[in-house]
């Protein structure tokens, strides 16, 4: 009692500790002028509109436009209708696939993981620009791999340029996408069921649950957080999603704007294209949607899916 | 014992399923690479042959040498990586030291706010960036990309390191004190080299998407003297659309220096993301 009071006392005396400040100081001013203003600069532009050279306070005048005015409003909902579509696609895929790879590679004595773990991750270290234009010539049939490659196991009438037709085209890309990121849940998933103490798994070999039962009963329910940042993660990830879109089918995300998602949505109403000039108001506005997109989706994720983030370092 | 019995096929099985994931992974990559030593023939008549002294042709890689300023954009896309680097593990490395190491008024608040960053990417404050990049003159020029860079890796790399200078044994800081040393000696000399592994960890996971990206360079520095090489290759890519020699090889040099990185590196990226297990 008598140590704790003068510790307090020493503490208060003592002058203000400018080190603290030092080490902080760089990390916040860059981290504060570069991305927490800006974010909110994006999130005030939004509100005004530029009327004769100069910007004038519209309130919500331009989210007016966005969705009532059919020359935004048609394309914003097949934009956002795309990003769910391409977000469903990565939950049924990508993250089962993850799943599984990892349930495999974290099976005992299993030889050679570390070779598949490393080969499997390739995709995910690659660029959209390699893996955008990659596909996009496997998939092309002038090349003509793609159908070589189904000659094989006799399913070439199946073949149609994928990229090139508008009821495909999303989907093809979603899964070149899924190629790419399987990486990012095999390992996250790896790693939590690692992390399963063995006595819990001896305890359930004891009595008398193994493999399949083994994994569903026991080992699903451990890495549900690691599956609900999976899930957090791919969201953040799908909905902020532009390079592969923009490599692949250019800014028009064709054909005819049906691999369009917000990402490139965002880019044309900010950049302009073809005819149409940009308009930082209008891209503003659009940020500022994906902001709550995102924002809403984190926070489902912290309030329902109650876990502890830090433990597992994402 | 009956486990051994029963996991053989279930062994076999798992084989079959990781080696054809595998083959999925890496198929497109080695299809890209293996095709661009090869004649445009060749290209078209054997896509799945490897190169033979028949179709062995390294036109791809001449006109890409003698189009593309490809030496120049690694150039841009190294120092911005580098340096977005350097600056992502420094400063991160203090703010880290800063909020495990002392108690302060405003600690978990400041770690809550510098965390904000881990889920709410940077693109979308991008109008507003041009517009500051604009008004600082910084437009074009790799200084623009490297402070976004900087500013995109460090709420990552403060979670990562601060959750590894916590593990770091408070008698050694103190024995440091004891000994007069100054706050500052004691971070980068004594603790620095502690967390070296996790700052290598933190290193990959920054680097991969600076390397990678695509909006800021399109953004911030689309000039010819800033393009990085992602944003060239993209240019090129769209320039050549016929020539599938010239693509195939500028797909093979883009790929080539990040995957001799990752296999040089792999084992300490798989290390950091499975760190949360091995306790």
Known sequence: MDTETMAAETRAKRPIRWHVGVFLAPAVLVYTAFMILPLFGTLQLSLFRNIEQSQVFVGFGNFRTLFGDPNWSVNFWNALRNNVWFFIIHMLVQNPIGILLAALLSSPRLRFTAFYRTAIFVPTILSFVIVGFAWKLILSPIWGVAPHLMDFVGLKSFFTPWLGKEQYALTALSLVSVWQFVGIPMMLIYAALLSIPDEVIEAAECDGVTGMAQFWKIKLPLILPSIGIISILTFVGNFNAFDLIYTAQGALAGPNYSTDILGTFLYRAFFGFQLQVGDPNMGAAIATIMFLIILAGVCVYLFLVQTRLRRYQF | ?279
């Open chain 2, 1 to 279: 014992m009956s486990t051994a019995t029963r996991s053989l096929p279930r062994t076999i099985g798992a084989h079959a399923i990781l080696i054809t994931y595998t083959v999925i992974a890496l198929f497109p990559v080695i299809l890209v690479v293996m095709n661009s030593f090869k004649s445009r023939a060749g290209i078209f008549g054997a896509p799945l042959t490897p190169p033979t002294p028949k179709t062995f042709d390294l036109i791809g890689y001449t006109t890409v040498f003698g189009q593309g300023d490809f030496f120049h954009y690694f150039q841009n896309s190294l120092v911005v990586t580098v340096l977005s680097l350097f600056f992502v593990l420094l400063f991160g490395a203090m703010a880290a030291f800063a909020l495990s190491e002392y108690r302060f008024r405003g600690n978990t608040l400041m770690g809550l706010y510098l965390a904000l960053g881990i889920m709410i990417p940077i693109r979308l404050g991008t109008v507003a960036i041009l517009q500051l990049m604009v008004a600082t003159g910084l437009v074009n020029t790799l200084a623009a990309l490297i402070l976004v860079y900087t500013a995109q890796g460090l709420p990552l790399a403060i979670f990562i390191l601060s959750e590894f200078m916590k593990q770091v044994s408070d008698d050694l800081k103190n024995a440091g004190r004891i000994d007069g040393l100054s706050e500052y000696t004691i971070f980068f000399r004594l603790v620095l080299p502690l967390v070296r592994p996790a700052m290598a960890t933190v290193a990959v996971f920054t680097m991969i998407p600076i390397w990678n990206d695509l909006w800021f360079p399109l953004i911030l520095a689309p000039s010819e003297e800033t393009k990085t090489v992602t944003l060239g290759a993209q240019l090129f890519l769209g320039q050549f659309v016929t020539n599938w020699n010239a693509i195939l090889a500028a797909l093979s040099l883009a790929i080539l220096p990040v995957l001799i990185l990752y296999v040089i590196f792999s084992r300490q990226l798989i290390r950091g993301i499975t760190s949360g297990a091995v306790k």
